[in-house]
């Protein structure tokens, strides 16, 4: 269902500085909004949620894992290019953006990281089909040689610190562009914590892809044409979701990533096992078919996730939130601070 409010109802004022630059050395210091029932914002941290994450509860996670996928290298004419994987097809094909002053035509051999080269096969709209000309597979090459994606608004080069923190710690399916943000607080002991405090737990995978990052270019939603990326939701997580439904809980989503995917596996109402592209577009007036909660990190002003969850909690309340985390001056998008949106607020 596509909201009828508008592109520019979605916009903000962010100060430059609430762009977090740099991860904190500790995950689960970063500081947490929580948005109640009520529409109160309360701030807290996000070691906290140990406290609103209840035993019957159900946490469920995306476990993919990002890619060093930023390539530099060059033509065989000498020009300078960035490639950018967006999706693996086989383990030496994938999609790619390529940046150069004048794009590679089919045929053009490409030298990267002046390790190794590969062809350009075609085009799939903007996007380039690249085979890698080497003995190890697309994921070994980029692992042993790519650069960790960092936004664009993350204004300065990768560092060996990234990989590891631009990373979260239950990672385990290589795939992703981009790192499911709202993941990134949770480190070791305070998995263990909620473990011991006898919270359940599922895993859903979706690969992040550049798209998440493109912006929304009509004032009118129903024109803008969605990205899609791979999801799994395996039936482990159907069955735990309707165990957690029989003893009372609330499903809680880590991340408009796991949103999107659980949502995407109950189109038709009821959750069920799926595996595919999904471009599920979720704006105010979308019903919710799976989740309860929702822990997220801050969005960019009029992108499709600050959409999902103002259809999740409300458009005013979330309005209403994000002038509150400005005021309070939280870090904002990926290496930020995180929100708790405790429930559909009535308003």
């Known amino acids: 269902m596509i909201s009828t409010m508008k592109l520019s109802d979605f916009d903000y004022d962010l100060p430059r500085q609430l762009i977090a630059q740099d ?3 500790d995950r689960a210091a970063s500081r947490l909004l929580v948005l109640d029932e009520d529409g109160q914002c309360l701030d807290q941290h996000f070691r906290d949620v140990l406290a609103l994450i209840q035993p019957e ?39 790619a953006h390529i ?23 075609g085009r799939q709209g903007a996007l380039f089909e690249l085979m890698f000309d080497d003995e190890k597979t697309a994921i070994q090459l980029l692992e042993a040689h790519g650069h960790m994606p960092l936004p664009p608004y993350i204004e300065r080069a990768d560092t060996a610190a990234d990989h590891a923190r631009y990373q979260t710690v239950f990672a385990q399916r290589p795939g992703a562009v981009a790192a499911p943000t709202a993941g990134l607080h ?11 405090k006898g919270v359940a737990t599922a895993e859903v995978t979706l690969h992040v892809g550049a798209g998440t990052f493109q912006p929304v270019r009509t004032e009118d939603l129903s024109e803008h044409i969605m990205h899609s990326e791979w999801i799994d939701v395996p039936e ?16 809680v989503a880590v991340g408009t990533t796991t949103v999107r995917s659980l949502e995407s596996a109950a ?5 069920k096992p799926f595996q595919g592209d999904t471009d599920i577009f979720i704006t105010p007036g979308y019903e919710f078919q799976v989740i309860d909660r929702l822990i997220t990190n801050f969005h960019l002003p009029k992108s499709t996730l600050l959409m999902l969850i103002s259809a999740f909690s409300g458009y005013e309340a979330v309005k209403k939130a994000y002038q509150h985390a400005v005021t309070q001056k939280y870090r904002f998008f990926s290496y930020g601070d995180a929100m708790y949106l405790s429930a559909k607020v009535i308003e």
């Open 267 to 271: 189109k038709d109402g009821v959750l």
């Open 99 to 121: 940046r150069s002053s004048k794009s590679p035509k089919q045929g053009a051999r490409l030298t990267l990281e002046g390790a190794f080269e590969a062809e350009v096969l």
């Open 57 to 95: 509860d159900l946490l469920v996670f995306n476990n993919t894992k990002v890619l060093p996928a930023r390539l530099f290298g060059q033509k065989s004419t000498g020009g300078q290019i960035e490639v950018l994987v967006e999706r693996l097809l086989d383990e030496r094909r994938l999609l």
């Open 23 to 25: 991860a904190l050395p």
């Open 236 to 251: 482990s997580v159907c069955q735990a979701v309707e165990d957690c439904r029989k003893r009372g809980g609330k499903v």
């Open 186 to 196: 949770f480190d070791d002991a305070l998995l263990e914590a909620l473990k011991n």
